[in-house]
């Protein structure tokens, strides 16, 4: 969830999550004032917590993970 998924490792990613997002991507908009209210915040939170259980199965740690966060 803190860095972007590195699609040379997990090279389908991007045939499954058409928008991906990830705490640091959060943290650069974040400083770069590019969240125009809190809603936008809180829909790449979601984002995160979404992707993750869209990709991973529901017996995954990053799902569960995904779950606990949400």
């Known amino acids: 969830f803190l ?3 590195d699609t040379n490792i997990v090279t389908d990613y991007l045939n499954v999550i ?3 997002m990830d705490f640091m991507t959060m943290r650069q908009k974040l400083e ?3 969240y125009p209210d809190m809603d936008a915040f809180k829909q790449d939170f979601q ?4 992707n993750a259980k869209i990709y991973n199965a529901p017996d995954t740690p ?6 606990k966060l949400e």
């Open 3 to 5: 860095e972007p998924v």
């Open 62 to 67: 990053y799902w569960r993970n995904a779950d």
């Open 47 to 50: 984002l995160i917590c979404t």
């Open 32 to 34: 770069s004032n590019q």
């Open 18 to 20: 058409k928008n991906p």
